[in-house]
């Protein structure tokens, strides 16, 4: 089964993507721009700006809280983040493959971040629109299109399963 594993590798490739786009954008913001000092920067406002926020929460900030959940929400990250490769090896679909990848990569990109400094830095700001309040990172996005992308190789591959098959009367 030489296809799985390279499937797997590939999950593995989009998810170290991810990784260091994670963290040179996480470092450009407090490093480059002095993000942390400065707080915001106008970008294209009021659609989108690069805002400091310390988020020990979730994705998008959800379910908060500071000390030791910094180290259950390390944990648990790290945790899913095996789960998804050890399925990477069994993954033969490239939607899936890609999507695996991309959830591993955020996962680890923000424990990356809780680990090294007790929360998750998130920057991204849309909530001058008035329609996307949270402030995010890379991480965050990959998780989101990923777990989109989970889904929806789910609903193409029941498709695909349902084409042809006989249907059974009651």
Request: cysteine-free; overall charge neutral.
């Amino acid at each position: 089964h030489a296809l799985p594993a390279l499937s797997a590798v590939a999950a593995y490739g989009f998810a170290l993507v991810v990784i260091v786009l994670d963290q040179l954008t996480k470092a450009w913001m407090l490093d480059g721009l002095s993000l942390r000092e400065v707080g915001r920067v106008l970008i294209a406002p009021p659609i989108l700006n690069f805002t400091y926020v310390e988020n020990t929460g979730v994705s998008f900030g959800l379910f908060g809280g500071g000390g030791s959940m910094r180290w259950v929400l390390s944990v648990f990250s790290l945790v899913v983040a095996g789960a998804l490769a050890w399925w990477a090896l069994k993954a033969e679909r490239r939607l899936l493959v890609a999507a695996i990848g991309l959830v591993i990569g955020g996962a680890i990109g923000n424990a990356i971040d809780r680990i090294q400094y007790g929360y998750v830095v998130d920057f991204i700001d849309f909530s001058g629109t008035g329609v996307f309040p949270w402030v995010f990172n890379v991480a965050d996005s990959a998780i989101t299109i990923g777990v989109i992308l989970l889904i929806l190789d789910s609903l193409v591959s029941e498709r695909k399963a349902g084409v042809g098959a006989a249907h059974e009367k009651a």
